[in-house]
């Protein structure tokens, strides 16, 4: 991500519509996981500390960050949020299966090789360990947001799942979110190119009511999207899984050679 748009983020990731509403969602689904607050958990891509600040919210308490950048380290450690080291989701400085769960938020789509970072969850996961992955949707919504976040791809929903599947990883559930401001997001992008307009990040975009007014757009879409009710979306939201170890089937291993 450029400097000046993790200036922007830190200053707004507190009380941004964007920022609050998906804390909400991301709190609301990780409740209904069996991950109990004293759980290892990993946040990567930790940016300026949205995620960071809502697992303090929940309760947890062993929680670690992990950004690429320094400027980033720098924002989490200035707001007091928690530990967060520098590295990189293609290869996480941190041994097999030691999180129960990991948080992947709006990161995969940074890195050229995203196989290689979802199969480096997988690998720091403990077996039956979960993952909440986000992403932005749609290559026909690609605006100013992609370009100065350094983004590399835009997904489909079936495209996310496969991928997440070709890692080894159980989808349990995956949707699209943020459909009802999708025409808007889209024009407003549109509009920018169109006019050459310069902004370090979207998020400058924004007034108290038309926070108040996409705070409660967004919050009532949040409501709805788990229901896998939208064909489309700003964004993707998915649940995956690393299947637990099966025990060996009678008859097999030893037993089975001295029959």
């Given amino acids: 991500m450029e400097m000046a748009t993790y200036e922007v983020e830190a200053q707004i990731e507190a009380t941004h519509w964007w920022f609050v ?3 909400g969602l991301l709190g609301r689904i990780i409740a209904t996981l069996p991950v109990p607050t004293d759980s290892s958990v990993l946040d990567i ?6 995620n960071l600040r ?3 919210q929940l309760g947890f308490s062993n929680v670690q960050g992990l950004d690429f950048s320094d400027e980033a380290v720098r924002w989490c450690a200035e707001k007091k949020l928690g530990i967060v080291k520098r590295g ?9 299966g030691c999180f129960d769960m990991v948080l992947a938020t709006d990161i995969i789509e940074h890195v050229e090789d995203d196989g290689l970072a979802l199969r480096e969850i997988r690998r720091v996961l403990r077996p039956g360990g979960y993952v909440l992955i986000t992403v932005p949707a749609f290559e026909e919504i690609w605006g100013l ?3 100065v976040a350094h983004h590399k791809r835009r997904y489909r929903k079936e495209i996310l799942v496969s991928r997440i599947e070709d890692a080894d990883l159980s989808v349990g559930r995956a949707f699209y979110f943020n459909a009802l401001l999708f025409v808007p997001i889209w024009l407003a992008r549109r509009l920018i190119d169109l006019l050459s307009i310069k902004l370090n990040s979207e998020g400058e975009v924004n007034t108290p009511l038309l926070n108040w007014l996409f705070t409660n757009i967004f919050a009532f879409d949040t409501w709805l999207a788990p ?4 064909p489309f979306g700003v964004s993707i939201l998915a649940v995956a899984r690393k299947q637990e170890a099966r025990p060996p089937s009678i008859g097999s291993g030893e037993e089975a050679d001295k029959q």
């Fill in 145 to 147: 947001q992609d370009e």
């Fill in 54 to 56: 809502l697992l303090r």
């Fill in 227 to 230: 229901a896998n009710i939208f």
């Fill in 21 to 23: 509403v998906r804390r």
């Fill in 45 to 50: 891509g930790s940016s300026t500390g949205t």
């Fill in 88 to 96: 990189d989701i293609c290869a996480l400085p941190f041994e097999d």
